[in-house]
């Protein structure tokens, strides 16, 4: 069994920036390619970021590219989402994902083997 844990959601003021975390503990290999996505009211998930297991590449959401930065840990189960310029578009509630498929194709396509509970992230204009 794999758990996901996301943290560092809340509230903040438009052109803010916050930093998301996600750690993976259970049976999860360090080759386990990693990934966020987000939930806003009334709309579907969707993909945000995705990084390769070893950090080697990464994919945006054309939304967020150029805002928003995913990157690993040292310990390699972690993911983090730096987030800044943020908008009031960018409410949601953001869902980590852990996929020991291939490459990033697969969360890029909104795929994953695991999700984390989500975190609320909440921008005020």
């Known amino acids: 069994q794999v758990e996901l844990v996301e943290s560092g959601g809340g509230l903040v003021q438009a052109g803010g920036s916050l930093r998301l975390s996600c750690a993976a503990s259970g049976r999860i290999f360090t080759n386990w390619n990693m990934g966020w996505f987000r939930q806003a009211p009334g709309k579907e998930r969707e993909f945000v970021a995705a990084i390769r297991w070893n950090g080697a590449s990464t994919d945006y959401a054309d939304s967020v590219k150029g805002r928003f930065t995913i990157s690993r840990g040292n310990a390699k189960n972690t993911v983090y989402l730096q987030m800044s310029s943020l908008k009031p578009a960018d409410t949601a509630v953001y869902y980590c994902?852990?996929?020991?498929?291939?490459?990033?194709?697969?969360?890029?396509?909104?795929?994953?083997?695991?999700w984390g509970q989500g975190t609320q992230v909440t921008v005020s204009s």
């Open positions: 994902a852990a996929d020991g498929t291939g490459t990033t194709g697969r969360i890029v396509a909104g795929y994953s083997d695991y």
